[in-house]
């Protein structure tokens, strides 16, 4: 047994390290490092676990350690993931982390550490990044021991949110990521099951959900690589009532103020360390208050060169906000429109070339840049297919998912399609808010393969995930669409062959997007509503949301009218407003 001392402003700390190796249920011993007060009096005690590929020995500094231990009381677990540093076992990336036959690896930590005479029987979990889908494993696995979490920047599903979203290998970064943990073998099971068939069902934490009750504190990156599965944690476990979201303008590094080409101001969210240190005494020492803790607190974004209610903190009772649902259609001439086409409109042909991909440029990425940046350069290449709306009279704010209902025909039996949402701002800048990619041959469903016949005319829904964002007047809402974003995305050969393990032959594609009366091509923004209906921030107080008067609001958040009646509503121009009455909200579009 190790005792450390240090010297931390006029006040001598210290606390006890041991390091012992845990038997799982197979047998295979993990090494688990733990840290505790050197003064036993208040023992026993809760436990703060954290699971990790990254090495026992480095996830804590010194300090970090003391006050967790001497001056907060908890006892600090560590441990090496199984096959990682100096615990035992081959590394299967969390596929033993969970639940899979007869390796519960993360059940049997909390069971050992329940059984230990100076823990009091109450487990929380701690980390980001890895550190934080073992916890979500963990909580799959429903040890009723588990009381909370602190999951930050953390995938749920492991097939959609990080190796393959819409049915693609996300080739840079994990090759990248899985190089560096000498867990490359893993590309092999990733082949073995390209679609997301029973054996991911260990790595879906979605499958556990009815037996959960973990409550977790959950923090993610509108620009994180699991941004998605930060969101669609919560939303799946909201029900138990103990959960609660925090989603900033990040990447995964959850850095500020700079991601991608924008410094968002006021970025930083001050309630990190509080929200997560009375999180912990709340559900393991049944100590003070976690109700001004808000369901879900989120960082509206938006252009940094103008000024607004965006690139501000807001609060809501659940995510999305708002269900309000709007659409917006593909038109002919390159254009955008809340209008569906009427006719048949002449279709948009694009050629994809696999040797001569559109190159990656931002968005949701672990080891790639990551984040808004300009599309320019991708925006005019000749493989790649653009709309646009005119000059917006209002503000368009989307607090939700957002998905591409694409009607589109291949001469070939696969392809990928891809969309990117962009800002298009008065100076001509075409800045990526959030974009997705689906493989052709799971626009049935990810789970199945149904290759294309070619020429036939297919509906493909490219999931673009959630973003917070505010499309201000004067800006135009953008879309580019195409078959290509490498190296963030294994490209596609056109081949309909393996999509993993075929590399050699390749297949130049001509790929059609149509819009017409019979084929509604459009955008589909989900929580689509104004800004300050429902949960404008009170100024210092993030925490709070002001009551919203009646009245007839834009969809900046503006109340044009203080009066609800047919009068009212014969006046307004075109757009979509909110009817406030009574402290409740309807939307109405206004076409012309």
Same mark, same amino acid.
């Given at each position: 047994?190790?005792?450390?001392a ?38 026993p ?17 010194a ?60 487990i ?5 990044? !890895? ?20 999951? !930050?920047?953390?995938?749920?599903d ?25 867990? *490359? ?91 997560a #240190? ?38 809501? &009772? ?20 809340f ?15 696999? /040797? ?13 840049? !990551? ?5 320019? &350069? ?34 070939? *039996? #696969? ?8 800002d298009?701002y ?8 959030? #974009? ?17 016949t ?25 879309? !580019? ?19 993993? /393990? ?15 009366s019979?084929?509604?091509? /459009? ?22 949301? /002001? ?6 609001? #834009? ?29 409740? *909200? ?7």
């Amino acid at each position: 047994m190790t005792t450390i001392a240090l010297l931390i402003p006029l006040l001598l700390v210290s606390w006890t390290k041991d390091s012992v190796m845990v038997v799982m249920r197979d047998g295979t011993r993990l090494n688990t490092n733990i840290y505790k007060p050197s003064d036993t009096t208040g023992f026993p005690l809760p436990v703060v676990l954290v699971r990790t590929p990254y090495g026992a020995d480095g996830g804590m500094g010194a300090g970090a350690i003391s006050r967790w231990t001497d001056t907060r009381s908890y006892i600090l677990a560590f441990q090496d993931t199984r096959g990682r540093h100096e615990s035992e076992g081959t590394d299967s990336v969390f596929l033993d982390d969970g639940w899979r036959y007869d390796k519960w690896d993360g059940y049997d930590a909390v069971e050992w550490l329940v059984d230990q005479p100076w823990c009091d029987g109450n487990i929380g979990t701690l980390g980001g990044s !890895a550190n934080g889908i073992t916890q979500n494993f963990l909580s799959g696995a429903a040890h009723p021991n588990h009381v909370c979490a602190n999951p !930050a920047v953390a995938a749920f599903d492991m097939y959609r949110h990080a190796a393959m979203p819409g049915g693609v290998f996300r080739q840079h970064d994990m090759e990248y990521w899985l190089n560096l943990q000498q867990a *490359t073998h893993m590309i092999d099971y990733y082949a073995d099951h390209y679609s997301k068939d029973s054996a991911w069902s260990y790595l879906d934490i979605w499958t556990r959900r009815d037996s959960m009750h973990t409550a977790m504190l959950s923090y993610g990156g509108w620009y994180d690589i699991f941004s998605q599965g930060t969101i669609e944690g919560y939303q799946a476990l909201r029900h138990l009532g103990n959960q609660r979201l925090l989603m900033g303008p990040w990447g995964h590094l959850l850095n500020w103020p700079w991601i991608g080409e924008i410094a968002y101001p006021v970025g930083f969210f001050d309630g990190f360390q509080i929200y997560a #240190d009375q999180w912990y005494d709340f559900w393991l020492k049944d100590s003070g208050s976690i109700s001004h803790i808000s369901q879900v607190n989120y960082y509206l974004m938006g252009p940094v060169d103008t000024t607004g209610y965006w690139n501000n903190w807001y609060t809501a &009772d659940n995510w999305p906000p708002s269900s309000d649902t709007v659409v917006i259609y593909l038109r002919r001439d390159s254009s955008l429109s809340f209008l569906p086409p009427a006719v048949a409109e002449p279709p948009d042909t694009f050629v994809y070339n696999p /040797r001569d991909p559109v190159p990656s440029n931002g968005g949701n990425n672990l080891t790639l840049p !990551a984040g808004p940046r300009n599309q320019q &350069d991708q925006w005019f290449r000749h493989d790649v297919v653009r709309y646009t709306t005119g000059p917006l009279e209002q503000d368009v704010v989307i607090k939700g998912r957002i998905w591409v209902r694409l009607h589109a025909s291949s001469d070939r *039996t #696969d392809t990928d399609f891809t969309a990117k949402l962009v800002d298009v701002y008065p100076d001509g800048r075409k800045m990526l808010v959030i #974009d997705g990619i689906l493989m052709a041959r799971h626009h049935l469903g990810l789970e199945r393969e149904d290759l294309l016949t070619p020429g036939e005319v297919y509906e493909f829904n490219i999931d673009l995930s959630n973003t917070a964002y505010t499309f201000p007047a004067g800006h135009k809402i953008g879309l !580019a669409i195409s078959s290509s974003n490498s190296p963030r995305f294994m490209v596609n050969l056109n081949t309909g062959g393996h999509p993993l /393990r075929d590399t050699v032959d390749t297949l130049v594609a001509t790929n059609v997007v149509y819009h017409t009366s019979d084929y509604r091509s /459009r955008m589909v923004f989900e929580g689509v509503g104004p800004a300050g209906i429902a949960e404008r921030p009170v100024p210092g107080r993030p925490d709070r949301a /002001r009551i919203v008067p009646d009245g007839v609001y #834009d969809a900046s958040g503006r109340r044009v009218s203080t009066r609800v009646n047919a009068a009212v509503l014969a006046r307004l121009g075109p757009g979509c407003y909110f009817l406030r009455e009574s402290g409740r *909200t309807r939307k109405v579009v206004r076409v012309r």
